[in-house]
């Protein structure tokens, strides 16, 4: 199960790795707790990732925008 982790979740978009996540800890035969932890962390990290993404975004279109001097 790792060798398929390993070789697939970098061919995964973010949005699929929960589900990797899942199927790790459930095929490991962890708890269901274990298996809401998983999910809840990885969801925490992308939704961090995505907006750290907007963020670098956004300031460096305003940047690069012509400063208007009123």
Known sequence: MTRFVANNCG??????WWAVGFVVVHGS???AVVEVVVVVVVVVVVVV???????????TA????PTVVS
């Open 11 to 16: 061919k995964l978009p973010p949005e699929h």
């Open 29 to 31: 035969g962890g708890s």
């Open 49 to 59: 990732v995505v907006v750290v993404v907007v963020v670098v975004v956004v300031a």
């Open 62 to 65: 305003a940047a690069a925008a």
